[in-house]
């Protein structure tokens, strides 16, 4: 299992390994927007990966790709849907829509 914790809100729930990083969020109840269908076209599931690097698969092309297209991106950003929760580490997640 997984444990991640979401900010702005510190929700924490515990996740099976494997799973989506867009997906965990959504199942936490906890609002994220999707325009593309997870296929890292939109932009709009980027945030912040504040803890927890070694928890989460490591950066696609695609999703560098996109990142590198987004207006105010940092070393944490990230997109949730090209995210897979791998058990390692506890995650901390920190939405940006939500700033
Ligand atoms: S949902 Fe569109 S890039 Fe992630």
């Not at 325009?35 to 890292?40: M, S, V």
């Not at 297209?69 to 940006?96: F, N, Y």
Request: hydrophobic letters at 40%; one cysteine or more.
């Amino acid at each position: 299992m997984s444990t991640l914790t979401i900010m702005p809100s510190g929700k924490t729930v515990e996740v099976a390994e494997g799973t989506n990083l867009l997906q965990a969020i959504l199942d936490a109840g906890v609002a994220l927007t999707s325009k593309c269908g997870g296929d890292a076209k939109c932009g709009a599931c980027h945030l912040s990966l504040t803890g927890g690097r070694k928890g989460v698969s490591k950066m696609t092309a695609a999703e560098n790709a996109k990142l590198d297209t987004i207006i105010g991106i940092g070393s944490k950003s990230r997109l949730a849907c090209q995210m897979t929760l791998l058990g390692t580490e506890p995650v901390t997640v920190e939405l940006l829509s939500a700033i």
